[in-house]
Protein backbone atom coordinates (compact mmCIF):
# COMPACT_ATOMS: atom_id res chain seq x y z
CA UNK A 1 0.00 0.00 0.00
CA UNK A 2 1.29 3.28 -1.22
CA UNK A 3 1.44 5.58 2.09
CA UNK A 4 -0.65 8.58 2.12
CA UNK A 5 0.85 11.90 2.56
CA UNK A 6 -0.88 14.30 5.02
CA UNK A 7 -2.28 17.57 2.98
CA UNK A 8 0.32 20.34 3.68
CA UNK A 9 -1.62 22.79 5.90
CA UNK A 10 -1.25 26.39 4.45
CA UNK A 11 0.21 28.80 6.50
CA UNK A 12 -0.92 32.55 6.85
CA UNK A 13 1.13 35.23 7.50
CA UNK A 14 -0.54 37.12 10.86
CA UNK A 15 -1.96 39.74 9.65
CA UNK A 16 -4.11 37.61 6.89
CA UNK A 17 -5.15 35.27 9.52
CA UNK A 18 -5.97 38.01 11.94
CA UNK A 19 -8.35 39.71 8.87
CA UNK A 20 -9.96 35.82 8.14
CA UNK A 21 -10.85 35.70 11.94
CA UNK A 22 -11.80 39.30 11.76
CA UNK A 23 -14.09 38.80 8.59
CA UNK A 24 -15.27 36.25 10.69
CA UNK A 25 -16.46 37.65 13.20
CA UNK A 26 -18.08 40.51 10.88
CA UNK A 27 -20.13 38.15 9.92
CA UNK A 28 -21.43 36.72 12.90
CA UNK A 29 -22.52 39.83 13.83
CA UNK A 30 -24.31 40.65 10.80
CA UNK A 31 -26.43 37.44 12.07
CA UNK A 32 -26.31 37.89 15.73
CA UNK A 33 -25.63 41.07 17.19
CA UNK A 34 -22.27 42.09 19.28
CA UNK A 35 -24.00 40.20 22.18
CA UNK A 36 -23.78 36.63 20.54
CA UNK A 37 -20.02 37.18 20.06
CA UNK A 38 -17.88 35.50 21.57
CA UNK A 39 -13.81 33.60 20.19
CA UNK A 40 -15.57 30.57 20.25
CA UNK A 41 -18.38 31.53 17.62
CA UNK A 42 -16.12 32.97 15.74
CA UNK A 43 -13.69 30.11 16.27
CA UNK A 44 -16.58 27.65 14.64
CA UNK A 45 -17.35 30.07 11.88
CA UNK A 46 -13.75 30.45 10.97
CA UNK A 47 -12.72 26.89 11.43
CA UNK A 48 -10.04 28.37 13.85
CA UNK A 49 -9.55 27.23 17.41
CA UNK A 50 -11.38 29.42 20.26
CA UNK A 51 -7.39 29.71 21.68
CA UNK A 52 -6.15 31.31 18.65
CA UNK A 53 -9.32 33.73 18.36
CA UNK A 54 -8.02 34.74 22.16
CA UNK A 55 -4.57 34.89 20.63
CA UNK A 56 -5.21 37.82 18.37
CA UNK A 57 -7.50 39.75 19.80
CA UNK A 58 -7.35 38.85 23.81
CA UNK A 59 -10.64 38.83 25.37
CA UNK A 60 -14.47 39.15 24.49
CA UNK A 61 -14.62 42.47 24.75
CA UNK A 62 -12.00 43.67 22.56
CA UNK A 63 -13.35 41.41 19.87
CA UNK A 64 -16.31 42.86 19.87
CA UNK A 65 -14.95 46.40 19.91
CA UNK A 66 -12.38 45.33 17.48
CA UNK A 67 -15.71 44.91 15.57
CA UNK A 68 -17.17 47.93 16.24
CA UNK A 69 -14.10 50.18 15.74
CA UNK A 70 -13.98 48.64 11.92
CA UNK A 71 -17.43 49.51 11.56
CA UNK A 72 -16.50 52.93 12.84
CA UNK A 73 -13.37 53.15 10.26
CA UNK A 74 -16.02 51.80 7.38
CA UNK A 75 -18.19 54.76 8.00
CA UNK A 76 -15.20 57.59 8.47
CA UNK A 77 -13.83 56.49 4.55
CA UNK A 78 -17.55 56.51 3.72
CA UNK A 79 -18.38 59.62 4.70
CA UNK A 80 -14.90 60.73 2.83
CA UNK A 81 -15.94 63.93 0.25
CA UNK A 82 -14.10 64.48 -3.01
CA UNK A 83 -12.35 67.75 -2.87
CA UNK A 84 -14.27 69.10 -5.94
CA UNK A 85 -17.48 67.96 -5.26
CA UNK A 86 -19.85 70.67 -6.21
CA UNK A 87 -21.58 72.48 -2.67
CA UNK A 88 -24.91 71.52 -2.78
CA UNK A 89 -24.00 68.54 -3.37
CA UNK A 90 -22.26 67.70 0.06
CA UNK A 91 -25.25 67.28 1.94
CA UNK A 92 -26.68 63.86 0.09
CA UNK A 93 -23.56 62.57 -0.88
CA UNK A 94 -22.90 62.60 3.00
CA UNK A 95 -25.92 61.61 3.63
CA UNK A 96 -26.70 58.46 1.75
CA UNK A 97 -22.42 57.73 2.64
CA UNK A 98 -23.54 57.89 5.98
CA UNK A 99 -27.04 55.19 6.18
CA UNK A 100 -25.29 53.33 3.15
CA UNK A 101 -22.20 52.27 5.81
CA UNK A 102 -24.61 52.05 8.81
CA UNK A 103 -27.10 49.73 6.93
CA UNK A 104 -24.45 47.52 5.67
CA UNK A 105 -23.96 46.86 9.19
CA UNK A 106 -26.91 47.17 11.14
CA UNK A 107 -26.29 44.89 13.67
CA UNK A 108 -23.05 46.55 14.77
CA UNK A 109 -24.42 50.12 15.39
CA UNK A 110 -27.72 49.08 16.83
CA UNK A 111 -25.19 47.77 19.83
CA UNK A 112 -22.95 50.78 19.25
CA UNK A 113 -25.90 53.18 20.06
CA UNK A 114 -28.15 50.92 22.38
CA UNK A 115 -26.40 48.37 23.02
CA UNK A 116 -23.47 46.29 24.33
CA UNK A 117 -20.73 49.12 23.46
CA UNK A 118 -22.89 51.80 23.63
CA UNK A 119 -21.33 52.53 26.89
CA UNK A 120 -17.45 51.89 25.63
CA UNK A 121 -15.18 54.42 26.35
CA UNK A 122 -12.42 53.42 23.37
CA UNK A 123 -15.79 53.03 20.99
CA UNK A 124 -16.93 56.32 21.66
CA UNK A 125 -13.39 57.80 21.68
CA UNK A 126 -13.40 56.89 18.02
CA UNK A 127 -16.80 57.86 17.07
CA UNK A 128 -16.71 61.35 18.73
CA UNK A 129 -13.59 61.37 16.42
CA UNK A 130 -15.98 60.71 13.11
CA UNK A 131 -18.23 63.11 13.94
CA UNK A 132 -15.86 65.75 15.23
CA UNK A 133 -13.92 65.40 11.41
CA UNK A 134 -17.81 65.76 9.85
CA UNK A 135 -18.39 68.80 11.50
CA UNK A 136 -15.29 70.17 10.95
CA UNK A 137 -15.45 69.51 7.40
CA UNK A 138 -19.18 70.72 7.24
CA UNK A 139 -17.74 74.11 8.68
CA UNK A 140 -15.16 74.44 6.80
CA UNK A 141 -17.03 74.42 3.96
CA UNK A 142 -17.96 78.08 5.03
CA UNK A 143 -14.55 78.76 4.50
CA UNK A 144 -14.41 77.83 0.86
CA UNK A 145 -17.49 80.06 0.04
CA UNK A 146 -14.93 83.37 2.07
CA UNK A 147 -17.47 82.92 5.17
CA UNK A 148 -15.58 82.41 8.59
CA UNK A 149 -17.61 79.84 10.81
CA UNK A 150 -19.13 80.93 13.62
CA UNK A 151 -19.16 79.25 17.29
CA UNK A 152 -22.80 79.00 16.60
CA UNK A 153 -22.62 77.78 13.28
CA UNK A 154 -20.16 74.74 14.97
CA UNK A 155 -22.35 74.17 17.73
CA UNK A 156 -25.53 73.71 15.41
CA UNK A 157 -23.46 71.69 12.90
CA UNK A 158 -22.60 69.56 15.73
CA UNK A 159 -26.10 69.21 17.41
CA UNK A 160 -27.04 68.43 13.94
CA UNK A 161 -24.40 65.66 13.49
CA UNK A 162 -26.00 63.96 17.58
CA UNK A 163 -29.41 64.32 15.87
CA UNK A 164 -28.49 62.25 12.80
CA UNK A 165 -27.18 59.49 14.97
CA UNK A 166 -30.32 59.55 17.38
CA UNK A 167 -32.79 59.47 14.70
CA UNK A 168 -30.82 56.56 12.83
CA UNK A 169 -30.75 54.80 16.26
CA UNK A 170 -34.55 55.03 16.71
CA UNK A 171 -34.96 54.03 12.67
CA UNK A 172 -32.82 51.05 13.75
CA UNK A 173 -34.76 50.16 16.51
CA UNK A 174 -37.76 49.65 14.50
CA UNK A 175 -39.72 52.32 12.33
CA UNK A 176 -42.37 52.60 9.16
CA UNK A 177 -40.66 55.09 7.15
CA UNK A 178 -38.50 53.37 4.61
CA UNK A 179 -34.52 54.06 3.89
CA UNK A 180 -35.46 56.72 1.51
CA UNK A 181 -38.09 58.61 3.68
CA UNK A 182 -35.04 58.78 6.44
CA UNK A 183 -32.97 60.03 4.34
CA UNK A 184 -35.16 63.00 2.54
CA UNK A 185 -36.09 63.62 6.47
CA UNK A 186 -32.46 64.53 7.77
CA UNK A 187 -31.48 66.09 4.72
CA UNK A 188 -34.86 68.40 5.83
CA UNK A 189 -33.35 68.79 8.58
CA UNK A 190 -30.47 70.74 7.92
CA UNK A 191 -33.21 74.01 7.57
CA UNK A 192 -31.46 74.61 11.30
CA UNK A 193 -28.46 75.36 10.14
CA UNK A 194 -29.75 78.16 7.43
CA UNK A 195 -29.43 81.16 10.11
CA UNK A 196 -26.01 81.25 10.15
CA UNK A 197 -24.84 80.56 6.71
CA UNK A 198 -23.85 83.36 4.06
CA UNK A 199 -25.10 82.84 0.19
CA UNK A 200 -24.81 80.51 -1.59
CA UNK A 201 -25.02 77.76 1.07
CA UNK A 202 -27.65 79.24 2.42
CA UNK A 203 -29.71 78.79 -0.91
CA UNK A 204 -28.17 75.47 -1.94
CA UNK A 205 -29.27 74.10 2.08
CA UNK A 206 -32.88 75.29 1.24
CA UNK A 207 -32.93 73.85 -2.15
CA UNK A 208 -31.79 70.31 -0.29
CA UNK A 209 -34.54 70.75 2.47
CA UNK A 210 -37.21 71.13 -0.40
CA UNK A 211 -39.24 67.69 -0.48
CA UNK A 212 -38.62 66.11 -3.38
CA UNK A 213 -35.20 66.21 -3.95
CA UNK A 214 -33.47 63.50 -2.32
CA UNK A 215 -33.12 60.40 -4.49
CA UNK A 216 -33.12 62.89 -7.36
CA UNK A 217 -31.14 61.94 -10.62
Do not use: C
Amino acid sequence: MVPVTPAARTRHEPADRRRQLLDAALAEVDESGLDALTPATVGARSGASKALVFHYFGSTVKLRRTVALEAVAHLDHALQTPDDMPLAERPEHAMAAFLGSVTAHRRVWEDVWRGTLASDDVTEAALERVRSDLVARMTATAGVIGFAPSPRLQLLARGWVALVENATAAWLGGSDLTRAELERLLLSSLVVLVPELPEPARSAVLDISRPGVAGRG
